[in-house]
C-alpha cells in the first residue's frame, strides 16, 4: 500500500515521517520528491481544513495514490487571527526571495514588528493544525485536527524547527518551538496533536474489509 505525504514544506515533511515511522512496514511511504512533475494546489480556502482537503484530493487525483495532506498555521491574538491561513506567505509584500529559510524570517519578523507594543499579556497565540487524507477517486477518508497554545517572543530564540517556530514561547517548557528537538516538538505540537488521532483512524480504515486487500 502506498501513501503520499504531500507537503512542499521539508520542516513539515521531515515532522510527518518520523511521526509516521512507526505505522507498519506495510505501508509505502512516498513524498512529492517521487513525483517531480506534479504540479502545485492552489491554496486559496478560508480554513485550514478547507486548505488541506484540497490539497490531499488534488495531489491524490493528480497521483491516483491516497494522499495526506497537512495545512497549518500561526494564529495570533492581537493580529485578529493572522497570519493564519496566510502564515506560509505572510510577507509576501516584503521579500522576494524563493529561499525557504529568508522566507520564513521575513514573516516571523512582520510579526514581531507589528506585535511591538503588545504586552506579554496579550501576545497569546496558537499554531493549528488540519490532516486530511483523501484518494484519487475524489474522496475524502479522513480528518483530524490539532493545536499548540503559546505565546509570541519579543525575538526569535533557537535553531530548530521551522517557519515561526523562534518566536514560538511555549509557557509550560519555557521555551520556544525551535529550542526543541523534533521528538520533543512533536510530543506537544499541534501536527502531533493531528497525527496522533490520525494513526490509529488509519489503522482501523486500512484493516477495515473495504480497504484490506489494497
Ligand atoms: P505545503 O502547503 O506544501 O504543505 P506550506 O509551508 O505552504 O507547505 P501551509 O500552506 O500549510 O504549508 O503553511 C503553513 C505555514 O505555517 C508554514 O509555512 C509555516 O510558516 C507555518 N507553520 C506551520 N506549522 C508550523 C510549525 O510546526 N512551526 C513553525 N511554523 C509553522
Known amino acids: 500500500?502506498?501513501?503520499?505525504?504531500?507537503?512542499?514544506?521539508?520542516?513539515?515533511?521531515?515532522?510527518?515521517?518520523?511521526?509516521?515511522?512507526?505505522?507498519?512496514?506495510?505501508?509505502?511511504?512516498?513524498?512529492?520528491?517521487?513525483?517531480?512533475?506534479?504540479?502545485?494546489?492552489?491554496?486559496?480556502?478560508?480554513?485550514?481544513?478547507?486548505?488541506?482537503?484540497?490539497?490531499?484530493?488534488g495531489y491524490a487525483k493528480a497521483t491516483g495514490l491516497w494522499t495526506i495532506a497537512d495545512d497549518s498555521g500561526l494564529v495570533i491574538d492581537a493580529l485578529g487571527g493572522d497570519p493564519g491561513v496566510y502564515s506560509a506567505r505572510y510577507a509576501a509584500d516584503e521579500c522576494d526571495s524563493r529561499d525557504r529559510k529568508a522566507i520564513d524570517v521575513a514573516n516571523y519578523k512582520k510579526a514581531l514588528r507589528l506585535l511591538a507594543d503588545v504586552p506579554d499579556a496579550k501576545r497569546t497565540a496558537r499554531f493549528k493544525c488540519c490532516l486530511c487524507l483523501a484518494n484519487?477517486?475524489?474522496?475524502?477518508?479522513?480528518?483530524?485536527?490539532?493545536?499548540?497554545?503559546?505565546?509570541?517572543?519579543?525575538?526569535p530564540v533557537g535553531d530548530n524547527g521551522f517557519g515561526y517556530d523562534p518566536i514560538f514561547y511555549i509557557p509550560a517548557l519555557g521555551k520556544t518551538a525551535a529550542q526543541l528537538e523534533n521528538h520533543e516538538k512533536n510530543k506537544i505540537s499541534h501536527r502531533g496533536n493531528a497525527i496522533q488521532q490520525f494513526k490509529p483512524l488509519l489503522q482501523s480504515l486500512l484493516n477495515s474489509p473495504e480497504y484490506k486487500d489494497i
Do not use: Q
Request: charged share 30%; hydrophobic share 40%.
Open 1 to 57: 500500500m502506498k501513501i503520499l505525504v504531500a507537503t512542499t514544506n521539508p520542516g513539515k515533511l521531515e515532522e510527518l515521517s518520523e511521526m509516521l515511522g512507526d505505522m507498519p512496514a506495510t505501508i509505502e511511504w512516498l513524498s512529492l520528491r517521487d513525483f517531480p512533475d506534479v504540479g502545485e494546489v492552489e491554496e486559496d480556502g478560508t480554513t485550514f481544513a478547507e486548505n488541506a482537503r484540497k490539497k490531499a484530493l
Open 136 to 155: 484519487g477517486d475524489g474522496n475524502i477518508l479522513l480528518e483530524t485536527d490539532g493545536a499548540v497554545e503559546g505565546v509570541i517572543n519579543h525575538s
